[in-house]
């Protein structure tokens, strides 16, 4: 009885170790420290290998497409903005020029008269040619030379120079200013009836459209003693209390 009961325990136990044994080995198999991920079954099932040794067929269908820019787009695209940058620069630039000589001028710009306006307009015909009755502003006589540089001012004085002496107020020579109106009688007998007119400069000399002379010229009175002793009078026309803005580049061509 005994025997029988060792027979049999010892059959009973005998499977339980066994079955340890192969599942000790089959689970030792292979490194023993493996950097891959292994799945291993239980004894009596086949290994199976790695995930990372698998043909794995991918369905190129279904995966997600890498976003893609078209390259001419982006070349015009930067193309653009380059050109945007530089034009802006530019216009940066030229605003800096701009501003620039307006400050240049505006600093050369000084308070100024009317007259002086009347003498730069007056000295830009010197050297015009002389013909009777002539009113510019190719050619003049005297009365036809003030009352042209006058209206360019914005003055209107009669045609002749015996109706221009009766305006505005009467000067003598003595109080003579720059744009004023002086009167002459150029004949031998000296009646004092006017028949010549020029406009007062300055330094004690005037412009006027000479018959002797032939032209639009500047005479002086010290120099040329004829016109002083054929001097009448002068009148005033001008609102000397007017001024305005002026520059000095202008006012650099005005002889005193």
């Not at 390259?71 to 030229?94: C, G, M, W, Y």
Request: charged fraction near 25%.
């Amino acid at each position: 009885m005994r025997k029988i009961k060792g027979v049999s325990l010892a059959l009973i136990v005998t499977p339980f170790l066994f079955s340890g044994c192969m599942q000790e080995k089959i689970s030792t198999i292979g490194p023993e420290k493996s950097t891959d991920k292994e799945i291993v079954l239980n004894l009596g099932e086949e290994s199976q290998p790695s995930i990372l040794d698998s043909d794995i067929e991918i369905d190129e269908k279904n995966l997600p497409l890498a976003k893609t820019y078209p390259l001419e787009e982006e070349f015009e695209s930067a193309t653009l903005l380059t050109e945007l940058i530089d034009t802006q620069e530019a216009n940066t630039a030229k605003l800096e020029t701009l501003v620039t000589q307006a400050l240049d001028i505006n600093n050369n710009w000084n308070d100024s008269s009317k007259e002086e306006e009347i003498l730069q307009t007056a000295k830009k015909f010197l050297g015009v040619k002389y013909i009777w009755a002539a009113n510019g502003p190719s050619a003049f006589d005297c009365s036809g030379f003030t009352r042209y540089v006058f209206k360019k001012n914005g003055i209107s004085l009669p045609r002749y120079s015996g109706r221009q002496a009766n305006i505005g107020k009467k000067i003598k020579f003595s109080e003579l200013q720059k744009g004023d109106l002086v009167f002459f009688d150029t004949t031998k007998k000296f009646t004092k009836k006017v028949n010549h007119v020029g406009i007062f400069i300055g330094n004690n000399k005037f412009i006027h459209a000479s018959s002797g002379g032939h032209k639009v010229m500047i005479t002086s009175f010290s120099k040329k003693k004829f016109y002083k002793n054929k001097f009448l009078y002068a009148r005033r026309v001008i609102n000397h209390k007017q001024s305005f803005a002026f520059n000095d580049a202008k006012k650099s061509n005005l002889i005193n």
